[in-house]
């Protein structure tokens, strides 16, 4: 799917989309059970698509039962591109930007890596500003050039890459505390101590792109419950919490 047909998703970056697929992303890690499963949008993080997991998507209201629901959909880069921003494939007006930061308190124990998250949609350009601590990190996808092996990755795949030195190695981690889903909840983070290293494989993809991602309360758009949430309904939920408190 050509970001032609998503481009209001990102307004103020037409001119580096306008060129870019739309794609999906798969996980390759030499962890049995996390290779080869999806990347899914979560309640503002994306996890491991493992069993029990599934997106936090919304159709647009002429297609409830959109393809797009049950997949995660980005676009920006280009393949062999230079690096660039990172966006959620949607059609709701003003976008959805994927963006690191340092992880919420509890969240994660000491020494775990940085937090990638996608910005609230809404009806202005200030939901896809980051509302925590920017990094500015670009994304690009490279095409893998070595027999090297590393985490199974093979000559020839197209691996999504992240910072300053293009790493195309991610973390996936499980939460310290709070009520999350239980086990099988991997939250992708950056490079980090004691986690689960995993590659991101880029897979074109021609599915319809969902209105947007939502989530359930107003989980990771503020540092701080006192900045109150960052969209309202129906982009997030009612619950003006954190899901690990």
Known sequence: MKTASIATAATAFLTTMVEAEAFTLKLRSTTPGVNDAPLVAWNG???AGLPGNSTTATCPPWDA???GKDTTI???PTVDGQPTQLWMGILQEHGQRVY???HPDRLFEGHYGDLISYTAAGN???ANVPKVDEYGDLFAIKTWDNDDGLLGLKRGERVLAHGSGSSVVFDLCSPQFGNHPGPNTLILSTISKWCTP???????TDV???QFYNCDGCEL????LANGPACGIPFCGSNNYFWWN
């Open 45 to 47: 993080m994306f996890i």
């Open 65 to 67: 039962n959109c393809p």
């Open 74 to 76: 980005f676009s920006g």
């Open 100 to 102: 690191t930061h340092a």
């Open 124 to 126: 202005d350009e200030s």
């Open 198 to 204: 995993a590659a991101l494989i880029v897979e074109d």
């Open 208 to 210: 319809a792109a969902p």
């Open 221 to 224: 758009r503020g540092a701080n």
